[in-house]
């Protein structure tokens, strides 16, 4: 079964943060990305085109809005739960998933194993937090390690009890 990952980027007061170089290498080190269709945005704007050319990536997505038809980009339109499902029992691996909407179906549907929180060292301000959209469902995580990086941002890793 393959293991799925959530990587989270914060501000101390819990707000979103852009993610940086941590999941870059948790992506380049996965067998697939699993994105949701604000995030595909984003990314593809940000970098004026995909920059992931060699490594799969699945969108869950209200409908196929492909910009990058030429790239390993592969939209699900339908029943994600299901899809992610079939996807992670299919043999062994690592998926990464980023993003708010990817994170709320993973974490309702009880598909994440793994939790990654980095915490940067800013206070944002606002009501809008990094993972809007989950609900409580009673799942217990424990933390499997804590670091510092670079002097100033906190890596946490929740893993599934």
């Not at 995030?39 to 699945?58: Q, S």
């Not at 800013?122 to 469902?137: F, Y």
Request: contains cysteine; aromatic residues 6%.
């Amino acid at each position: 079964m393959k293991q799925i990952t959530l990587y989270v980027y914060q501000t101390i007061d819990g707000c979103a943060a852009r993610a940086d170089k941590q999941v870059d290498d948790a992506v380049l080190k996965a067998d697939c990305l699993l994105l949701d269709e604000e995030t595909y945005l984003d990314v593809f704007m940000n970098h004026l085109g995909w920059p992931l050319t060699e490594k799969e990536t699945f969108v869950v997505a209200q409908a196929d809005c492909n910009l990058t038809e030429k790239q390993n980009v592969q939209f699900i339109t339908g029943d994600a739960v299901a899809e992610l499902s079939r996807m992670k029992a299919a043999g062994d691996g690592a998926m990464v998933a980023y993003g708010e909407g990817i994170a709320a179906v993973l974490l309702n549907s009880g598909l994440a194993d793994e939790i990654v929180v980095i915490t940067l060292p800013e206070i944002t301000g606002g009501d809008e937090k990094a993972l809007p959209g989950t609900v409580k469902d009673g799942a217990a995580w424990v933390v499997r390690s804590c670091k510092v990086l670079d002097g100033e941002k906190v890596r946490t890793v929740y893993g599934r009890v």
